[in-house]
C-alpha cells in the first residue's frame, strides 16, 4: 500500500529540491507576512517567482510590500505579466509606486498598459508575453523562435502569425507545429476561417464562453486595427471565473461581493460590505409589519390564521429562490437573454400552480391529520381553514416563482447584476405580497364564518 510522503498524494514523486511549488503557496500563506517576506527573499529568484505567479498565493501583494525594494523590483520583472499586473494593482498605491519606477522601461510600459483596463475584462486577464512570427515563416523557422523566447513566455499554446503591417492573420496550435513536416508553411497548418479574436475591453464572462465554445486553450486580444495587444490563456479563464462565481455567490447570499479573501477582510470593510443589503432588507420587512397591521381585525376573529402564517410566507420565499437560481444561472451560461422573460413566465406560471398545489395537498393533510388525531383543534371549520392554507399555498408559491424567476431579467434589463436578486431580497419581496395573498383568501374563504 502507498503511503503519504511529506503531505504529497499517493504515488507522485516529491520534487527533487523539496516542496511542490503549490505547498509552498501553503506554507506562505500560513506564516505571518514578515515572517513570509522574510522566507520569500532567502529563496532562490525561480521558486520564488513561480510562488509568487501562483494565484492562489492571495497574500503577495502585502508580502511583496514588505520586501527590500530591489528584491521586490527583481521578482516583479521575472513574474508574468498578467499576474505581476494583478498583485500591483492590490497594493497599496504608495507601496506600488516605487517598485513601478524602478522597473525596467518595456516591463513597466507593458505593466501600465494592463493596469488600464478593468480587471474584469478581457484587456484585464490578458497577458502580452505571446509568441508572434512573420506569416510567411516555415515551421523549423517558427519552433526556432519558440526555443529562443521560451524562457520569456508565461505559457505557448499558440503561435501568432502576423503580416508586414503587425495585423494578426492566423494562429497555430503548438501541437499542429510539432507534428508537422519542418519546411512546410506554418500558415498551412492555421484553420480555414479567421482567428477567433476579442476586443480588449469584452467582459471576462464572453471571453470563458468563446473559448469554450470554440474549444481553445488561448484567445488573441487585438485592437481596432486587429494588431495583437495580448493573449487569454484557459487558465487565466479558470482563475476569473472563480473570482466571478465567488462574487455572484456572496451577491446571492444578500452580501456585498468581498476584494480580499474572508479572513484578509477587516472587520469595518466587512460591517460596510454587509450592512447595506441588510439594512434595506429590514426596511423591506418592514411593510410586513405593515401589512399585517392591516389585517389585524381578522388577526383578532380568527387568531388560528397566525399558526400558518410561517408556513405560508417560507414557501413562498422558498419557491421565490428556486426559480432565481436556475435563472441567473441559465443568464450566466447563456442560455437565456432578457427577450425571453415571457417564454420562462409560461413555464413558471403552470409549475407555479403546480408546485403550489402540492404543498396545499401536503397543508390539508397535516391539518386533517392533527384535527383527527386530537393533536390541535382548529373550531368546527376546520375543514374551511385547510381550504384556505392550500389556496393560500397556491397562489403565494405561484407568485414566489413568478417574481423570483423575473426579478433577474428586471434587473439585467436595467443593467444591473442579476445575482443581486439574492435570496433574500427575493424571500422578503414574497413575504410581503404573501401576507397580502393570504389574507385576502382568507378574507374571501371565511366570510360569514371565522371572518
Not at 522574510?38 to 520586501?67: C, H, N, S, W
Not at 500591483?88 to 488600464?116: D, F, G, K, Q
Request: contains cysteine; charged residues 20%.
Amino acid at each position: 500500500m502507498m503511503t503519504l510522503i511529506a503531505g504529497v498524494s499517493a504515488g507522485v514523486r516529491p520534487a527533487k529540491r523539496g516542496l511542490y511549488l503549490a505547498d509552498v503557496v501553503e506554507m506562505l500563506q500560513a506564516l505571518p507576512l514578515a515572517e513570509a517576506a522574510r522566507r520569500l527573499a532567502q529563496m532562490p529568484d525561480v521558486r520564488a517567482v513561480g510562488a509568487l505567479d501562483r494565484p492562489e498565493f492571495t497574500a503577495a501583494p502585502k508580502v511583496i510590500a514588505l520586501l527590500p525594494l530591489p528584491r521586490a523590483v527583481q521578482f516583479v520583472s521575472q513574474m508574468a505579466e498578467d499576474r505581476a499586473a494583478d498583485v500591483l494593482a492590490e497594493m497599496e498605491p504608495r507601496a506600488a509606486a516605487p517598485i513601478l519606477a524602478a522597473l525596467a522601461p518595456e516591463v513597466r510600459h507593458s505593466l501600465h498598459n494592463l493596469l488600464a483596463w478593468p480587471e474584469d475584462s478581457a484587456g484585464g486577464m490578458m497577458t502580452t508575453e505571446y509568441v508572434a512570427v512573420r506569416v510567411d515563416a516555415t515551421v523549423a523557422q517558427v519552433l526556432q523562435h519558440i526555443r529562443m523566447v521560451e524562457r520569456s513566455r508565461e505559457t505557448i499554446y499558440s503561435v501568432f502569425l502576423i503580416d508586414t503591417s503587425g495585423c494578426l492573420v492566423a494562429t497555430v496550435s503548438l501541437r499542429r507545429l510539432i507534428a508537422a513536416e519542418p519546411e512546410s508553411p506554418a500558415l498551412d497548418l492555421a484553420r480555414g476561417r479567421g482567428p477567433v479574436t476579442v476586443s480588449p475591453e469584452i467582459d471576462r464572462e464572453v471571453v470563458a464562453d468563446l473559448i469554450r465554445r470554440h474549444d481553445l486553450l488561448a484567445l488573441p486580444v487585438v485592437d481596432a486595427d486587429g494588431r495583437p495587444l495580448g493573449i487569454v490563456t484557459v487558465d487565466d479563464v479558470l482563475d476569473a471565473l472563480v473570482a466571478e462565481h465567488t462574487e455572484d455567490a456572496q451577491k446571492f447570499g444578500g452580501v456585498e461581493a468581498l476584494d480580499r479573501p474572508y479572513l484578509d477582510t477587516g472587520f469595518l470593510a466587512m460591517i460596510r460590505k454587509r450592512a447595506g443589503w441588510l439594512s434595506v432588507l429590514f426596511l423591506s420587512e418592514m411593510l410586513t409589519a405593515s401589512a399585517m397591521q392591516h389585517f389585524e381585525t381578522e388577526l383578532e376573529r380568527a387568531v388560528v390564521l397566525t399558526l400558518f402564517i410561517p408556513l405560508i410566507m417560507s414557501s413562498g420565499g422558498n419557491s421565490g429562490s428556486q426559480a432565481t437560481s436556475l435563472i441567473i444561472r441559465a443568464l450566466a451560461l447563456g442560455q437565456l437573454r432578457v427577450r425571453d422573460w415571457w417564454r420562462v413566465a409560461l413555464r413558471e406560471l403552470p409549475a407555479g400552480l403546480t408546485l403550489g398545489a402540492i404543498l396545499g395537498l401536503l397543508g390539508i393533510a397535516r391539518i386533517a391529520t392533527w384535527q383527527m388525531l386530537g393533536f390541535y383543534d382548529y373550531g368546527p371549520h376546520w375543514v374551511l381553514i385547510a381550504a384556505t392554507v392550500a389556496a393560500g399555498l397556491v397562489g403565494i408559491v405561484t407568485f414566489g416563482s413568478l417574481a423570483g424567476s423575473m426579478l433577474p431579467f428586471v434587473l439585467q434589463r436595467f443593467r444591473f447584476d442579476p445575482a443581486s436578486a439574492s435570496a433574500p431580497f427575493v424571500a422578503t419581496l414574497v413575504d410581503v405580497t404573501g401576507l397580502v395573498i393570504y389574507f385576502s383568501i382568507a378574507l374571501a374563504m371565511l366570510s360569514g364564518t371565522l371572518l
